[in-house]
């Protein structure tokens, strides 16, 4: 530090009130201590008096131990066993917009099998000209895409319908992962076997015991469905479908078919299967909506919340979090520290790309009082993520999946955080 900056450093106490001064914008200058005796400034550390690890100590690496708690959490109550059950990506710890495999939430209906690329058939059968079997190797062959594309169980958020209850937004919105994916559009297989006209769904499951039959319209399997066999640039895990799934863009997770062994052209849907009609949304009056598979913009705060209470005092405050909409872009999204009474435009990492994770942050001045922190999300459709009242007007309580509604954090003037609702 030169003798010049030094003489214009802020004392702490100075930084407090200045901080308070300046507008929202101009805050990040203040965010740094004042310069004083720091031993981790002034005396020579341990980790640079010796040598470190050299290289291939860890031949894969993994993370830091440090980072030890960014991990995948299932919440035991919520079913009889880890066999057909679900976990949570841990968004809170989370930046940026890409899900690292390793903490991508999973959801299995018999387990995560696992598949050797040797033993890969993928059958594409029904209504077609020919039908064909292909291997690991031959899907390899065909003209390759790169998209990035969230995948959103229907269920998430599901658990908060009658009142706020998980406290965390990796409990309450981390059924969610948002990945790059290589793949072969499945439009060039569908070409590759010939639909026939009188084919106009697609029946598509996967090789574990649960097989989780799904039948998706023809037009979309011939729009930007993929046969997807890498993510985020290497082989997928075994626990998202290794060594090939679908991915079925916008659309929810439970079409997205893990190890995908069979598509079958058909003239109709396939609803015998439990998994078909499982995935319905009940209504007030036991009515059921069906065939509700795009998933409509949503949004959270993911930071602060409670998994990541705000450690520091009053001044420069990141608050930050996600958007997306099966729907299409984020255009925007509206941040309120009041519950809905005011609403701040966030500022948006890059612009909205279609059906996938856009990551918002506010560079706000935090006074130290107590927050009703929400987030709004906007679409490209002109769609505006409703609140809880709005969605229950029209949903009623009784549904379990497709929950979007705004999401509430009641930030205390400690800055730990709660999941609350408010009217
Ligand atoms: N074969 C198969 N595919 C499957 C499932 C399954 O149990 N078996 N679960 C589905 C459900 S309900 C969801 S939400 C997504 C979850 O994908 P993930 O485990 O990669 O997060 O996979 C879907 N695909
Ligand atoms: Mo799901």
Redesign the pocket.
Known sequence: MSENSKDKAPSRRQFLSGAAAVGVGAIGAGAARAAGPDPLITQVQEWAQATGEGVDATPYGLPIQFEKDVVRRNVEWLTADTISS?NFTPIHALDGTITPQGC???????GAIELSKPDYRLMINGLVDTPLVFTYEDLERFPRENRVYF?????NTGMEWAGAQLNGAQFTHG?I?NMEYSGVPLRTLLEEVGVKPEGKWVYV????A???GRSIPLEKAMDDVLVAFKANGEALRK???YPV?LVVPGW?????????RRVEVTAMAIESREETSKYTDTLEDGTSRKWTWVMDAKSVVTSPSPQAPITHGPGPLVITGLAWSGRGSITGVDVSVDGGKNWIPARLAAPGTDKALTRFYLDHNWDGSEMLLQARAKDSTGYVQPSKAQLRDVRGENSIYHNNCIQTWWIKETGEAENVEVS
Not at 104 to 110: D, G, I, L, P, V
Not at 252 to 260: P, S
């Open positions: 679900i991508a939430f999973e959801r299995h209906h018999s995948c959103e169980c229907a269920a059924m992962h499951e996967g090789a574990d649960s097989s989780n626990e998202h479908g799934r929810e997770g439970n079409m997205w078919v893990k190890w995908l």
